[in-house]
């Protein structure tokens, strides 16, 4: 069976605020309350209790560890008609991010050709 698309309802933009959730916990939590925090600050505005957050925001938020989270981090989150909001650092596309996965092991098997 086929899956359907869901339709996407609602999208939007935001520049999310960390550091005043983030400096209520001790140091060595406050990347998890920046997590958190920004699954709480997307829950309220988008009305949803569905919130995915992509693998890039979750890379950005754990760059520097867990004691130095950024500040504030940009978003587009979008809500389908199911009420699942998917999340995606601003101006990054979910298309080019598949792309770059696609050549990656290509570029592997050309580089294996070669020394063959």
């Known amino acids: 069976m086929a899956k359907k698309e869901a339709a996407i309802t609602l ?7 960390l550091r005043k ?15 958190a925090a920004l699954q709480e600050f997307l829950g309220k505005h988008m009305k949803s209790k569905d919130i995915r957050l992509s693998s890039a925001i979750n890379k950005t938020l754990w760059e520097k560890g ?5 500040h504030h981090i940009k978003v587009t989150a979008t809500k389908d008609d199911k009420g699942v909001v998917r999340t995606e650092l601003f101006g990054l596309k979910k298309e080019a ?3 770059t996965k696609e050549s990656k092991p290509a570029a592997k098997k050309e580089e294996a050709q070669k020394e063959a």
């Open 21 to 35: 959730e983030f400096l209520k916990v001790p140091n060595w939590k406050r990347t998890k309350k920046a997590v």
């Open 11 to 17: 999208e939007r933009t935001y520049n999310v605020p």
């Open 66 to 70: 867990i004691r130095q989270p950024p």
């Open 97 to 99: 991010s598949k792309e």
